[in-house]
């Protein structure tokens, strides 16, 4: 039961904050706070509760057994991490969007329903159950970014929709074929697991399932959505989208490819890798020509998810647990990045990188913070960014040398971007739009605090995540014949 | 449990720095002075008995473990050691810092406290990542405060936020140093597979043990990443443009840190070096060569900070030089002696300008000795240690050692002997030319200025160390188990000659009109060969180029529709994200292109009257209002999944 909370209490939690208005001024926000909070709790009793086995919990009942589908939802250290997150990154959005007055309560169920919504993906292992969640979670996004974008949100609200939806396609393509063609009708990940489809058939399905992932991861070609949607998202749909949405590509990549289609994966993982090569590059160099910081930070997470693609497809135990890492250590960095320009679009209005500068000056809480995480962006050892990172360049070491170049090759990029992006915010002389800049409020401060104290303590003392980590890293591993080093 | 007080020595710095990073308490001027001189002169204290206990034999080498990690079977222990190479180095580190804190409490004296607050910070992290990484017993910690410089050298260089001269040199620093320290990274990571551990003692056998041709890409990655970090040919530029930082800065950035821990680097993996004799010499080759390159570049020099700027540049060159030679320990003597003098060097300067007038110009030092005595005089012993004006100056000692283990290395090292011995002489003529035009009679009013105590305190006993370092130099040898190489007393006096024929060309220089308005001619010498346009036409621009195609601004990719700052640079960019979209757009027009001309269009029709007289009844639900709709939605949701649910309780 711990674990379907994890989905339920969001879920009506969302529908419980559309009314909560009429008790009282920001009971929205207190709800939404209580919700996420109580989530958070139910969450580190069921970890702690948990089994030492391959999985901490596990739920598995009929729903409609004649159509086999089932409630299966299974939780361990990687899934526990993520959902940790979703609750966390939740609460960070009700901070920041103090001031959100437009439709405050549908604007907290929203939020709400997209932890709601991605938990459900963190957890599921019924495929049908899965597809249903991978693609309810577009709904709530999209109507955050449509209805309190910014600018030209219908256009990036469509984008993000046709990309999203279309890609999932393939994933309820897949699964439907899946589960329609196993002996008995059945969509549980781990009884398929062992259908022991040829080489061929399990690549066909893993493009399916793959299509889904690397557009919501997302990396090149499949990128196009993502700097729209960022730059045209409120404050909070941008963290989610960068804390969240894009984790559960890389989660997806990361659970299912391996475990259901071993050989599949193995036969395409050299293009994987090579994808991921590209658009670490790619991005990277994206990212140095743009003039507005959330598109700027926008490519930079394509780059780091490319990183995760490869450390998903190396195959090796270096690789994917750098990919894991990665995964995590995104989540917190790319947030904070968000939340700190939402705050200076907030104050200043403008994204421009022309029209800011000299934040040093008038906002040494901004400019100390911000610096924090420039840190963590050009991926600066002590931070988990870097961790992530160098796991992957390892286990690229041991695959294929010139993929671990490339991945270096970021690391000298990823300095040009961050220096440029606080040159053009920290550095300079107050402008006309920076010239009256009040600093961090306190709302602002302490999500701030929490995601760089998550950076850098996981970047110092990475034992605790790789131990999260590490059983589902090595059941990751062990389709693929390869066993923990 | 003595080995534990290691593990405590970066930690004053590093606690400095988060208190006055984080600023808690608002600290003002005289709290933000002392905090941070206590936080930099705390690892001295700290270290100083651990340094004599061992040097006296009290103590042997140990290691302190901080913690393990566990990959798997990798085991990833965090350590810090004492071994002569860590004990040498901290002990200069500590020293050197201390005095430079101590100048620099005085120099920065004028700064606004938030001004003050952030250099001082960023002088203790600094500080923490020099001794994490002299101290480290393992690549992880070693790389950390390797980066660590990085990043803070990025934020010292450019202090003067507003300028963007100082930031411009800041990321030409830290993106520089970056490339180099991706080799590294590469080179350790390496070193890391093949021993499966992070501990220095074992990662040196095990390069030691790898196959020779990977070996030698682990050697060849970890010189470069000592050539970018120590700004040797080809990555040197930087270096002179770094000179925008304050001048305590450029005093902790050159003579024991970052600069210099491409040497410590190098000694560190000497074994590794030494094992692959061509990496040896291409070590040995970039280290002459850029000994020389600095000297050259040095005497057109104009600007004192510069000037000194590539005297760095060049004695790093002769560290590198003995490195090839299979001679760290003399690299390391030469390392204890430079800090000395270097640090000496940038900080009388900074007073003596400071009393010219406030310009590093060389010109306008004139006059100035006779405001500043004491600086003057500790700046002229400083000076004749970078000469190696012979028996009196330390440097003299160290750079003989590494011209003595030049010529014991065979043929090829009396070759690089030879080169090296005409950088010496070249070093004398730069070497000295701040101290004549100094003593020269000013050309207009004199100058005027004060020495204060707490400025001119650490000068002194920089330049009691930088002569009597001389007997310094055979004893380090010996504890990094080398011998003092003794190459003849002709090879000496050689030595001796060419100190003192760069005394001689330095009055030349400065005192024969024609010869010095030919130094001021030598404009492209000045600019370093022009090696920072040179990269800059064939790298940053095409870089830019690229970076400006596919970003769409320059407006060849196609106009971009709609609002935003995307749109007024005027272009489209992102090639690859647009042809998806391009694609699918096609493919959805190609695919529903068939039934345009619709001949269900009647039937359908027909239907749809139908389905609007149904939609006119339905129209009632809509209210428009998104909360009714969502709740609707949300609603359906939560009856099926209880619908579901109550299913599973059969």
Same mark, same amino acid.
């Given at each position: 039961?711990?674990?379907?909370?994890?989905?339920?209490?969001?879920?009506?939690?969302?529908?419980?904050?559309?009314?909560?208005?009429?008790?009282?001024?920001?009971?929205?926000?207190?709800?939404?706070?209580?919700?996420?909070?109580?989530? =958070?709790?139910?969450?580190?009793?069921?970890? =702690?509760?948990?089994?030492?086995?391959? /999985?901490?919990?596990?739920?598995?009942?009929?729903? +409609? *057994?004649?159509?086999?589908?089932?409630?299966?939802?299974?939780?361990?250290?990687?899934?526990?991490?993520?959902?940790?997150?979703?609750?966390?990154?939740?609460?960070?959005?009700?901070?920041?969007?103090?001031?959100?007055?437009?439709?405050?309560?549908?604007?907290?169920?929203?939020?709400?329903?997209?932890?709601? +919504?991605?938990?459900?993906?963190?957890?599921?292992?019924?495929?049908?159950?899965?597809?249903?969640?991978?693609?309810?979670?577009?709904?709530?996004?999209?109507?955050?970014?449509?209805?309190?974008?910014?600018?030209?949100?219908?256009?990036?609200?469509?984008?993000?929709?046709?990309?999203?939806?279309?890609?999932?396609?393939?994933?309820?393509?897949?699964?439907?074929?899946?589960?329609?063609?196993? *002996?008995?009708?059945?969509?549980?990940?781990?009884?398929?697991?062992?259908?022991?489809?040829?080489?061929?058939?399990?690549?066909?399905?893993?493009?399916?399932?793959?299509?889904?992932?690397?557009?919501?991861?997302?990396?090149?070609?499949?990128?196009?959505?993502? *700097?729209?949607?960022?730059?045209?998202?409120?404050?909070?749909?941008?963290?989610?989208?960068?804390?969240? =949405?894009?984790?559960?590509?890389?989660?997806?990549?990361?659970?299912? *490819?391996?475990?259901?289609?071993?050989?599949?994966?193995?036969?395409?993982?050299?293009?994987?890798?090579?994808?991921?090569?590209?658009?670490?590059?790619?991005?990277?160099?994206?990212?140095?020509?743009?003039?507005?910081?959330?598109?700027?930070?926008?490519?930079?997470?394509?780059?780091?998810?490319?990183?995760?693609?490869?450390?998903?497809? !190396?195959?090796?135990?270096?690789?994917?647990?750098?990919?894991?890492?990665?995964?995590?250590?995104?989540?917190?960095?790319?947030?904070?990045?968000?939340?700190?320009?939402?705050?200076?679009?907030?104050?200043?209005?403008?994204?421009?990188?022309?029209?800011?500068?000299?934040?040093?000056?008038?906002?040494?809480?901004?400019?100390?913070?911000?610096?924090?995480?420039?840190?963590?962006?050009?991926?600066?050892? !002590?931070?988990?960014?870097?961790?992530?990172?160098?796991?992957?360049?390892?286990?690229?070491?041991?695959?294929?040398?010139?993929?671990?170049?490339?991945?270096?090759?970021?690391?000298?990029?990823?300095?040009?971007?961050?220096?440029?992006?606080?040159?053009?915010?920290?550095?300079?002389?107050?402008?006309?739009?920076?010239?009256?800049?009040?600093?961090?409020?306190?709302?602002?401060? /302490?999500?701030?605090?929490?995601?760089?104290?998550?950076?850098?303590?996981?970047?110092?003392?990475?034992?605790?995540?790789?131990?999260?980590?590490?059983?589902?890293?090595?059941?990751?591993?062990?389709?693929?014949?390869?066993? +923990?080093? | &449990?003595?080995?534990?007080?290691?593990?405590?020595?970066?930690?004053?710095?590093?606690?400095?720095?988060?208190?006055?990073?984080?600023?808690?308490?608002?600290?003002?001027?005289?709290?933000?002075?002392?905090?941070?001189?206590?936080?930099?002169?705390?690892? %001295?204290?700290?270290?100083?008995?651990?340094? @004599?206990?061992?040097?006296?034999?009290?103590?042997?080498?140990?290691?302190?473990?901080?913690?393990?990690?566990?990959?798997?079977?990798?085991?990833?222990?965090?350590?810090?050691?004492?071994?002569?190479?860590?004990?040498?180095?901290?002990?200069?580190?500590?020293?050197?810092?201390?005095?430079?804190? @101590?100048?620099?409490?005085?120099?920065?004296?004028?700064?606004?406290?938030?001004?003050?607050?952030?250099?001082?910070?960023? &002088?203790?992290? #600094?500080?923490?990542?020099?001794?994490?990484?002299?101290?480290?017993?393992?690549?992880?910690?070693?790389?950390?405060?390797?980066?660590?410089?990085?990043?803070?050298?990025?934020?010292?260089?450019?202090?003067?936020?507003?300028?963007?001269?100082?930031?411009?040199?800041?990321?030409?620093?830290?993106?520089?140093?970056?490339?180099?320290?991706?080799?590294?990274?590469?080179?350790?990571?390496?070193?890391?597979?093949?021993?499966?551990?992070?501990?220095?003692?074992?990662?040196?056998?095990?390069? %030691?043990?790898?196959?020779?041709?990977?070996?030698?890409?682990?050697?060849?990655?970890?010189?470069?990443?000592?050539?970018?970090?120590?700004?040797?040919?080809?990555?040197?530029?930087?270096?002179?443009?770094?000179?925008?930082?304050?001048?305590?800065?450029?005093?902790?950035?050159?003579?024991?840190?970052?600069?210099?821990?491409?040497?410590?680097?190098?000694?560190?993996?000497?074994?590794?070096?030494?094992?692959?004799?061509?990496?040896?010499?291409?070590?040995?080759? $970039?280290?002459?060569?850029?000994?020389?390159?600095?000297? %050259?570049?040095?005497?057109?020099?104009?600007?004192?900070?510069?000037?000194? $700027?590539?005297?760095?540049?060049?004695?790093?060159?002769? &560290?590198?030089?003995?490195?090839?030679?299979?001679?760290?320990?003399?690299?390391?003597?030469?390392?204890?002696?430079?800090?000395? #003098?270097?640090?000496?060097?940038?900080?009388?300067?900074?007073?003596?300008?400071?009393?010219?007038?406030?310009?590093?110009?060389?010109?306008?030092?004139?006059?100035?000795?006779?405001?500043?005595?004491?600086?003057?005089?500790?700046?002229?012993?400083?000076? $004749?240690?970078?000469?190696?004006?012979?028996?009196?100056?330390?440097?003299?000692?160290?750079?003989?050692?590494?011209?003595?283990?030049?010529?014991?290395?065979?043929?090829?090292?009396?070759?690089?002997?030879?080169?090296?011995?005409?950088?010496?002489?070249?070093?004398?003529?730069?070497?000295?030319?701040?101290?004549?035009? $100094?003593?020269?009679?000013?050309?207009?009013?004199?100058?005027?200025?004060?020495?204060?105590?707490?400025?001119?305190?650490?000068?002194?006993?920089?330049?009691?160390?930088?002569?009597?370092?001389?007997?310094?130099?055979?004893?380090?040898?010996?504890?990094?188990?080398?011998?003092?190489?003794?190459?003849?007393?002709?090879?000496?006096?050689?030595?001796?000659?060419?100190?003192?024929?760069? %005394?001689?060309?330095?009055?030349?220089?400065?005192?024969?009109?024609?010869?010095?308005?030919? @130094?001021?001619?030598?404009?492209?010498?000045?600019?370093?060969?022009?090696?920072?346009?040179?990269?800059?036409?064939?790298?940053?621009?095409?870089?830019?180029?690229?970076?400006?195609?596919?970003?769409?601004?320059?407006?060849?990719?196609?106009?971009?529709?709609?609002?935003?700052?995307?749109?007024?640079?005027?272009?489209?960019?992102?090639?690859?994200?647009?042809?998806?979209?391009? #694609?699918?757009?096609?493919?959805?027009?190609?695919?529903?292109?068939?039934?345009?001309?619709?001949?269900?269009?009647?039937?359908?029709?027909?239907?749809?009257?139908?389905?609007?007289?149904?939609?006119?009844?339905?129209?009632?639900?809509?209210?428009?209002?998104?909360?009714?709709?969502?709740?609707? #939605?949300?609603?359906?949701?939560?009856?099926?999944?209880?619908?579901?649910?109550?299913?599973?309780?059969?």
């Amino acid at each position: 039961m711990g674990l379907s909370l994890q989905i339920l209490l969001p879920f009506f939690g969302g529908l419980a904050v559309l009314f909560a208005p009429r008790f009282g001024r920001d009971y929205e926000r207190y709800g939404t706070i209580a919700v996420m909070a109580l989530t =958070l709790l139910v969450l580190i009793f069921s970890a =702690l509760n948990g089994d030492s086995g391959r /999985w901490l919990q596990l739920v598995q009942a009929d729903w +409609a *057994p004649s159509f086999g589908i089932q409630v299966l939802l299974a939780m361990d250290g990687l899934s526990a991490a993520m959902l940790a997150i979703s609750s966390i990154l939740g609460i960070v959005c009700v901070f920041i969007s103090w001031e959100v007055t437009h439709r405050s309560a549908m604007y907290h169920a929203v939020i709400c329903w997209t932890v709601a +919504a991605a938990n459900g993906v963190f957890l599921a292992f019924d495929l049908l159950v899965f597809a249903f969640f991978w693609e309810l979670m577009i709904i709530p996004a999209f109507l955050l970014i449509g209805l309190w974008g910014h600018g030209n949100r219908e256009h990036a609200a469509m984008k993000f929709l046709v990309f999203n939806a279309v890609a999932g396609l393939g994933l309820l393509a897949a699964v439907f074929w899946m589960g329609a063609t196993a *002996p008995e009708i059945t969509f549980d990940a781990f009884v398929l697991s062992e259908a022991g489809y040829s080489t061929p058939v399990q690549v066909i399905l893993l493009l399916g399932f793959a299509l889904a992932f690397m557009v919501k991861l997302p990396v090149p070609p499949f990128h196009a959505w993502l *700097p729209d949607a960022h730059t045209q998202a409120p404050t909070a749909g941008s963290i989610l989208l960068a804390g969240l =949405l894009l984790k559960t590509g890389a989660y997806g990549l990361f659970r299912f *490819p391996p475990l259901l289609f071993p050989e599949g994966l193995m036969a395409v993982a050299p293009y994987g890798m090579a994808l991921g090569a590209f658009g670490v590059v790619y991005g990277a160099i994206l990212a140095c020509g743009q003039v507005d910081a959330k598109r700027l930070i926008a490519y930079t997470s394509i780059a780091h998810m490319s990183i995760v693609l490869m450390g998903v497809c !190396g195959g090796v135990h270096f690789a994917l647990a750098g990919a894991g890492v990665e995964m995590i250590a995104h989540a917190f960095s790319s947030s904070a990045l968000f939340l700190l320009i939402g705050a200076l679009q907030h104050r200043t209005g403008t994204r421009d990188l022309r029209e800011l500068g000299g934040l040093q000056k008038t906002a040494p809480a901004f400019a100390t913070s911000f610096a924090v995480f420039f840190a963590a962006a050009l991926a600066m050892p !002590g931070t988990a960014n870097f961790l992530g990172e160098a796991l992957v360049i390892t286990g690229m070491f041991q695959v294929n040398w010139a993929f671990a170049a490339i991945a270096l090759v970021s690391l000298v990029v990823s300095v040009v971007y961050a220096t440029r992006l606080i040159g053009a915010i920290v550095f300079g002389k107050p402008k006309s739009e920076t010239a009256v800049f009040e600093d961090l409020k306190p709302y602002e401060l /302490w999500p701030i605090i929490a995601l760089g104290a998550g950076t850098i303590v996981f970047g110092l003392f990475p034992q605790v995540l790789i131990g999260w980590l590490r059983p589902a890293i090595d059941a990751a591993l062990l389709p693929l014949g390869v066993g +923990a080093p | &449990m003595l080995a534990y007080l290691l593990l405590l020595v970066p930690l004053p710095p590093l606690g400095g720095f988060l208190l006055l990073a984080l600023d808690p308490y608002r600290l003002d001027r005289r709290p933000v002075l002392a905090l941070s001189l206590a936080a930099g002169i705390a690892p %001295l204290v700290l270290f100083l008995p651990l340094a @004599i206990a061992y040097f006296t034999g009290a103590v042997g080498d140990m290691i302190a473990p901080a913690f393990t990690l566990n990959f798997g079977q990798y085991e990833v222990a965090l350590a810090m050691q004492l071994d002569p190479l860590s004990a040498i180095g901290a002990s200069t580190v500590t020293v050197v810092a201390s005095c430079v804190m @101590i100048y620099a409490a005085d120099y920065m004296s004028g700064a606004r406290v938030a001004d003050l607050r952030r250099f001082f910070a960023l &002088m203790n992290l #600094f500080q923490a990542g020099m001794l994490s990484m002299v101290l480290a017993a393992d690549s992880i910690v070693f790389f950390l405060g390797w980066e660590l410089m990085g990043l803070c050298s990025f934020f010292l260089i450019s202090y003067n936020m507003t300028s963007p001269r100082a930031f411009a040199a800041g990321q030409k620093a830290f993106v520089m140093t970056r490339i180099a320290d991706a080799a590294l990274l590469a080179g350790l990571l390496l070193l890391f597979l093949e021993a499966t551990s992070v501990r220095m003692d074992e990662l040196i056998p095990a390069g %030691l043990a790898a196959e020779e041709s990977r070996a030698a890409i682990i050697a060849v990655l970890l010189l470069v990443g000592a050539l970018g970090k120590s700004a040797q040919l080809p990555f040197q530029t930087w270096l002179p443009t770094a000179m925008a930082g304050p001048t305590p800065v450029s005093a902790l950035l050159h003579s024991a840190t970052m600069v210099a821990a491409g040497a410590v680097l190098l000694a560190r993996f000497a074994p590794l070096i030494e094992a692959t004799p061509g990496v040896a010499a291409a070590t040995a080759i $970039a280290g002459v060569a850029t000994a020389l390159f600095g000297a %050259l570049c040095a005497i057109a020099q104009t600007d004192v900070k510069r000037l000194l $700027a590539y005297s760095s540049i060049s004695q790093i060159g002769y &560290m590198l030089l003995a490195v090839g030679m299979g001679a760290p320990g003399v690299a390391m003597a030469h390392f204890v002696i430079h800090a000395f #003098f270097k640090s000496l060097l940038f900080m009388a300067a900074g007073v003596l300008s400071h009393a010219g007038g406030g310009s590093t110009a060389i010109e306008k030092l004139r006059g100035t000795a006779y405001v500043a005595p004491i600086s003057f005089a500790t700046y002229t012993v400083g000076a $004749a240690a970078l000469a190696g004006f012979p028996i009196l100056s330390a440097g003299w000692w160290s750079k003989e050692a590494i011209l003595g283990a030049a010529v014991e290395a065979g043929p090829f090292g009396q070759f690089l002997w030879l080169v090296a011995l005409g950088g010496a002489a070249l070093t004398g003529v730069y070497a000295y030319r701040p101290v004549l035009c $100094a003593l020269r009679k000013p050309l207009h009013d004199a100058p005027k200025g004060h020495e204060s105590w707490l400025a001119v305190a650490p000068l002194i006993f920089l330049a009691i160390m930088s002569v009597l370092g001389g007997y310094l130099v055979e004893p380090i040898i010996h504890e990094m188990g080398g011998h003092a190489p003794h190459a003849g007393l002709g090879i000496e006096v050689m030595g001796a000659l060419a100190a003192i024929t760069g %005394l001689i060309g330095s009055v030349a220089v400065t005192f024969i009109p024609s010869w010095n308005a030919r @130094i001021k001619r030598a404009r492209r010498l000045r600019a370093g060969m022009q090696m920072d346009a040179i990269y800059y036409a064939f790298l940053v621009r095409p870089y830019r180029r690229i970076v400006r195609l596919l970003s769409g601004r320059d407006g060849r990719l196609g106009k971009h529709i709609g609002e935003g700052p995307e749109a007024q640079e005027g272009g489209m960019g992102d090639p690859v994200g647009t042809a998806t979209v391009v #694609f699918g757009l096609w493919l959805a027009r190609v695919v529903t292109a068939p039934f345009m001309p619709d001949r269900f269009d009647t039937v359908i029709m027909r239907g749809a009257r139908e389905a609007q007289r149904a939609g006119l009844w339905t129209r009632r639900l809509q209210s428009g209002r998104l909360r009714d709709y969502a709740l609707g #939605f949300a609603l359906g949701l939560g009856v099926l999944v209880i619908l579901g649910w109550g299913m599973t309780w059969g």
